[in-house]
């Protein structure tokens, strides 16, 4: 295995907290990809209403109580559609009977992009007997995860796992990954036949590039260009020009939702014949619009298939059910569909205890699950095998694969279902 001199710096960052902190435009990045939304939320919600078709038996007994974390009130991102996911599932399964034949109660905990608050959610899910806290995404999650552990509470399904705690705890379960999906980009990118790649970074992102180097130098290439964009400007024109320089054929862009659009903008200026490979969440709808010409073909590279997909067929029917309209957030999204894994995944888990579901016996089943299967929404998952022999503090990212999607004619369209493992590559073994 191949490991640059920069990934072991970068690495010996990541594993301490206070990077974090410098860190946070990285996590802007995500925040964009996870499906932000700047309207008002309440701060608590709590669902365990119980419906039932004359088909169904209503279930009964005791709740089986779990918390979602995320951020609703705040000056920066929100997301209201995780939220709105996790409240979703609990109707959604409930009205089929339940887990185990009990209700399931979800309480979102708003940590209003606190740290402090966070730690206010983690210390509610302890005292209020909580199984788990499942899909989840907040900035803050260090502030959580050591607080619930304690209390054998886990850390489940999280899509986007960017904390030490997430990322290395035995009681972090995450089913999402990160940066794996720029991996993925430069893979697809070779392999649809990219000769001159460059590669645009947005500033505080830098963690993606050791991996990407690591990536793109075990598939016999290098990159013509690295740019450096700044998070916030009014025009990228230099920038664009930099990136399509070197007669670059493909461009991969680590660029978050937001300055994507100015970014599209400048683009469609230019010009250039280039094609695009960015994040889902990102390269997007919203950022095309009114780019769609220049955009047409570019690849987005994600974790999970398109929500038009047949994994996700319960996950819209949910939403409907419960009145979400799903033109107003962005459901097909690292957090809406993230969340919906997660409560998937712990279903299936939760299931499968033979006893008392408590916050200790899901723990002992998670981490047993050596076969996690939801159906198509991401690989089939083993919890009992870390990654050991992959990139240094990242051994709880049991999920490596990517899928791609493409922009026609500015909509996302479903580009591939078969998962692709690029862990070895993120190492620089082109395996």
């Given at each position: 295995m191949k490991t640059s001199e920069a990934t072991r710096t970068v690495e010996s960052r990541w594993r301490s907290f206070r990077a974090l902190t410098a860190l946070l435009a990285v996590l802007?990045?995500?925040?964009?990809?996870?499906?932000?939304?700047?309207s008002d939320a309440s701060s608590e919600t709590t669902s365990s209403e119980t419906t039932s078709d004359e088909s169904t038996v209503a279930p009964?007994?005791?709740?089986?109580?779990?918390?979602?974390?995320?951020t609703l009130n705040a000056a920066g991102p929100t997301y209201q559609n995780i939220a709105n996911t996790a409240n979703a599932y609990a109707e959604?399964?409930?009205?089929?009977?339940?887990?185990?034949?009990r209700p399931l109660e979800v309480t979102v905990c708003d940590e209003q992009f606190d740290p402090a608050v966070a730690t206010t959610c983690a210390r509610e899910a302890v005292d209020q007997g909580m199984v788990s806290v499942v899909g989840s995404f907040?900035?803050?999650?260090?502030?959580?995860?050591?607080?619930?552990?304690?209390?054998?509470?886990?850390?489940?399904?999280?899509?986007?796992?960017?904390t030490p705690s997430e990322l290395t705890s035995p009681y972090s379960f995450p089913i999402g990954n990160q940066p794996m999906y720029a991996v993925g980009a430069i893979k697809k990118a070779v392999d649809d036949g990219c000769e001159h790649i460059n590669a645009v970074i947005i500033e505080g992102a830098e963690i993606f590039l050791p991996p990407m180097e690591n990536a793109i130098g075990a598939l016999g290439q290098s990159f013509g260009e690295i740019v450096s964009l700044p998070a916030t400007a009014q025009d990228y024109s230099a920038e664009v020009a930099q990136a399509t320089g070197s007669d670059a054929d493909c461009v991969i862009s680590i660029i978050g939702e937001t300055p994507f659009i100015t970014w599209n903008t400048a683009w469609t200026q230019s010009g250039t014949e280039a094609r695009q490979y960015g994040p889902q969440g990102n390269l997007n709808e919203v950022s095309a619009?009114?780019?769609e010409a220049a955009t047409d073909g570019d690849i987005v590279a994600g974790m999970y298939p398109d929500i038009s997909t047949a994994p996700w067929d319960e996950y819209r029917v949910a939403l409907?059910?419960?009145?979400?309209?799903?033109?107003?957030l962005d459901y097909n999204s690292l957090g809406g569909m993230g969340t919906w894994a997660a409560f998937v995944g712990f279903t299936q888990i939760a299931e499968?205890?033979?006893g008392e579901i408590t916050a200790e016996s899901f723990y002992n089943a998670a981490t047993a699950t050596s076969e996690l299967d939801l159906n198509g929404m991401v690989p089939v998952l083993d919890f009992t095998q870390e990654w050991t022999d992959g990139l240094e503090g990242y051994q709880r990212l049991f999920n490596r694969s990517v899928v791609f999607s493409e922009l026609k004619n500015g909509k996302v369209v479903p580009l591939t279902t078969e998962f692709e493992d690029v862990g070895k590559l993120a190492t620089g073994d082109a395996g």
């Open positions: 802007a990045l995500v925040a964009a990809a996870c499906g932000s939304s700047d009964d007994g005791d709740p089986i109580k779990v918390m979602t974390v995320t959604y399964i409930n009205a089929r009977g339940g887990i185990a034949g907040t900035f803050f999650a260090e502030s959580i995860v050591p607080v619930i552990a304690d209390s054998s509470i886990t850390w489940f399904g999280a899509c986007c796992p960017i619009k009114g780019n409907d059910e419960a009145g979400y309209d799903t033109t107003e499968s205890i033979d």
